[in-house]
């Protein structure tokens, strides 16, 4: 089916269906609208055919009593009417005197239904008939009266106003009960029809590929446009015809326009499918027409103002700056000069100027505030930060440009400090490892050389010595790797939740005994609830062993060192106080640098690493460290998010 409907033959067929469907469902409309407007289905086909063809009648009727009151013609005789050419037989009165009576009336009143119509018209003082109506009107204005009673012949063999309108009345009278089926099945006839023939147009039965028609090459818009001129044309025509004419033009000329209709969808579906509607249209062809003359004007344009802006950028800006106020104080001497004694249109001037350059001032302030932030942000160390030029003007907008190029010029600096020192503490790492191999042979060995037996006690004492001085070396390697790898970030972080008062438990059970010997009481504080932080936890006890060393090793003996854990904020706050054994007369920021340690003298056995590695392991774990002085006390506060 699908192939039949694609094939010339089908695609007649369902022309043919849209015309015929489209001819019933107009037809089922005017004939329903009609019989609903005259009451055709609450009256007797008499009345109804007495409404119907009232209208021609009324005109035969008014033409032959003027050719009869002032042609002075027999009624046979007539200019305009005939009996035996006619279909109406007539019998016509004035104020109840015949005076126009059709031979054939008398034979055929008695046989055939007898009609009636009054007329009433305006006489001028001249005798001429002006201003027919229908009915009897008894007033000053309608002062001649007519009754006409009429017979319709049957059958109608005379072709005219009246056979068509009867004709026409009769037909629908005998479908008054069908139209609404019929006018309901053509609509759906139509919209099927329809549809099909949008859907196979361009369609060949043997293929998929479309098959565009010969005025598929000419626009759309084009064949719309002769399609309505056509349709104008056609309305003009038909309404200044006479009726049998205008009868014929409207009918075949309707047809006509309707088949052009049909053929301007088919069209129209093709060039949806291949989407050359819009592309291949008069309106399109203008619009790239005229894009590109604006293109061209737009080049050149841009070219003269190149060749502007680089005059201008050539110039300093104080030049530049000089040139723009020149500039304006001779147009402000021209202006006084001019309208020094017109006030209105000096004011006017000023008005306008004033127009123009306060937001010009307005937009060079909003550069120089752009340039003012980019300027904040690198002196506050972002140097990710990037000046946006896009809508900065003139001198600015370089400016911008050379302020951008200083951050990546540091980006590249601070990147070359960071491989630099990551190079360092692969040095370090390499050459502590290579350290630490023979090393720790000498500490194994020193180790059993004093478990030898040996009647020279000195041996015994010098292996001590080395054996300790060794480790102590051994450390050192060990923290300074340490301390290296922290300051860089190179250590693995597993961060995880952790409960921040075990830490404190921690330090208070495992240095117990050290803080003894070294003659100190702890004293610690937790709060009641839950702290919960984010942390490692070898690395947070590796944090709080080399804080809790310190206290050990620079405390003053027979004091109180006091370690607390409270929330302060979104926080968790660690805090080691000790008073110190000597005097530390040194800032927190020095004390914190590697290998400075608190007693000058340097009789303890620490390496001024601790401290250093504390801060770095803590700003690894998102938290930090910070250090007070006030006299002998000393503090380290120890400060890391909660967890919500």
Request: aromatic residues 10%; hydrophobic residues 40%; charged residues 25%.
């Given at each position: 089916m699908k192939k039949f409907f694609r094939s010339f033959t089908g695609k007649v067929i369902l022309f043919l269906l849209c015309t015929l469907s489209v001819v019933s469902l107009i037809g089922s409309g005017l004939a329903a609208i009609y019989n609903l407007d005259e009451d055709v289905y609450g009256s007797t086909y008499e009345e109804s055919m007495e409404r119907a063809a009232r209208s021609p009648v009324f005109s035969e009727a008014r033409q032959i009593i003027w050719d009869h009151l002032y042609k002075n013609k027999e009624i046979t005789e007539a200019m305009h009417y005939d009996s035996s050419r006619s279909n109406l037989i007539f019998r016509i009165s004035e104020n109840g005197k015949e005076i126009i009576v059709s031979d054939e009336y008398a034979k055929n009143a008695s046989k055939q239904h007898v009609y009636h119509l009054d007329l009433s018209a305006f006489e001028d003082q001249y005798g001429?008939?002006?201003?027919w109506t229908h009915g009897t009107v008894s007033d000053e204005y309608f002062?001649?009266?007519?009754?006409?009673?009429y017979i319709i012949k049957e059958p109608l063999v005379h072709l005219d106003y009246v056979a068509?309108?009867?004709t026409a009345f009769q037909l629908v009278y005998a479908l008054r009960f069908a139209i609404y089926p019929i006018g309901i099945l053509s609509a759906l006839i139509l919209l099927v029809s329809y549809v099909a023939l949008w859907r196979v147009a361009g369609k060949s039965p043997q293929e998929e590929e479309l098959h565009p028609g010969v005025f598929h090459k000419i626009p759309f818009d084009i064949l719309l446009a002769g399609f309505l001129f056509a349709a104008a044309l056609w309305v003009m025509i038909v309404s200044s015809t006479s009726f049998l004419p205008a009868v014929i033009l409207f009918v075949a000329g309707g047809g006509i326009l309707y088949e052009v209709f049909l053929g301007l969808s088919m069209s129209l579906s093709v060039r949806l499918q291949d989407h050359s509607l819009f592309q291949n249209s008069l309106i399109m062809h203008c619009f790239r027409l005229a894009w590109n003359i604006v293109k061209w004007f737009g080049r050149k344009l841009r070219k003269v103002w190149d060749l502007i802006r680089y005059t201008a950028g050539s110039l300093p800006l104080i030049t530049k700056t000089v040139i723009a106020?020149?500039?304006?104080?001779?147009?402000?001497?021209?202006?006084?000069?001019n309208y020094h004694n017109e006030r209105a249109e000096l004011l006017t001037v000023w008005f306008l100027e004033k127009l123009v350059l306060i937001p010009l001032i307005l937009l060079l302030a909003v550069n120089l505030r752009k340039l003012q932030q980019s300027g904040q942000a690198l002196a506050s160390g972002n140097l990710n930060y990037k000046t946006d030029t896009s809508k900065l003007l003139w001198d600015f907008k370089k400016h911008g440009e050379n302020l951008n190029s200083i951050a990546t010029g540091m980006n590249l600096a601070v990147a070359k400090q960071t491989k630099s020192e990551r190079m360092k503490t692969e040095l370090i790492t390499n050459v502590s490892h290579d350290i630490k191999t023979p090393l720790t042979s000498i500490i194994n060995y020193a180790d059993l050389i004093g478990k030898e037996e040996c009647e020279n006690?000195?041996?015994k004492e010098y292996s001590e010595v080395l054996l300790r001085q060794g480790n102590r070396l051994k450390r050192l390697i060990e923290d300074l790797v340490e301390a290296s790898k922290a300051s860089t970030g190179n250590l693995d972080v597993v961060m995880e939740?952790?409960?921040?008062?075990?830490?404190?438990?921690?330090?208070?059970?495992?240095?117990?005994?050290?803080?003894?010997n070294a003659g100190l009481t702890l004293v610690t504080k937790m709060p009641e609830e839950t702290l919960t932080i984010q942390a490692d936890g070898r690395r947070m006890w590796r944090v709080f062993d080399n804080l809790m060393n310190n206290i050990c090793k620079y405390a003053q003996e027979n004091t109180r060192v006091y370690l607390t854990l409270e929330k302060q904020g979104n926080k968790a706050v660690f805090t080691f106080k000790n008073t110190s054994r000597d005097s530390l007369d040194i800032s927190p920021d020095e004390l914190m640098e590697r290998f400075v340690r608190g007693d000058e003298s340097r009789n303890t056995d620490g390496n001024g690493l601790g401290l250093s590695i504390a801060r770095s392991l803590a700003e690894l774990q998102k938290g930090s460290l910070d250090l007070a002085i006030d006299g002998d006390l000393f503090k380290a506060i120890l400060r890391f998010p909660l967890v919500s």
């Open positions: 001429n008939l002006t201003d002062n001649r009266n007519f009754s006409a009673d068509v309108t009867v106020v020149g500039v304006l104080s001779f147009a402000e001497f021209l202006v006084l000069g006690e000195k041996i939740n952790c409960d921040a008062s075990v830490f404190v438990s921690q330090a208070s059970g495992e240095y117990e005994d050290k803080l003894k």
